[in-house]
């Protein structure tokens, strides 16, 4: 296990340059703030927003970016069943939505 200065100074330059861009993206999620946008715009905004940052934290600073392809799998199945836990309340609503209108119409 090799620890020269020149490894130590390029990973250190990593982290600064990611802490950067995480202060960047928050300053762009201040900023969009102030922009007056519709809910869902503004929703999408944020989430990509969010989602950009948080990969940056968990590919650097949890080290997920070297880890195996298995580790991704494991991810992206997680993902997929959050996604799916998301939609089950919406489609719920959404259809307690639609049997008011046809009432009201």
């Known amino acids: 296990m090799s620890h020269d200065v020149a490894e ?3 990973h250190v330059r990593l982290y600064v340059t990611v ?3 995480l202060a960047a993206f928050t300053v762009v ?3 969009v703030s102030y922009l007056h946008l519709s809910t869902m715009p503004a929703i999408i905004l944020a989430l990509t927003i969010a989602t950009i940052k948080g990969s940056l934290v968990a590919c650097y600073f949890m080290h997920l ?8 799998i494991v ?3 997680t993902l ?3 996604v799916l836990l998301l939609f089950i309340p ?5 259809e307690a939505i639609f049997k008011n209108l046809r009432h009201v119409s």
């Open 80 to 82: 997929l069943f959050f």
């Open 8 to 10: 130590i100074q390029k």
């Open 19 to 21: 802490f950067a861009a």
């Open 90 to 94: 919406s489609l719920t609503e959404g």
């Open 75 to 77: 991810l992206a199945v």
């Open 65 to 72: 970016i070297s880890e195996k392809k298995l580790i991704f």
């Open 29 to 31: 999620t201040v900023g």
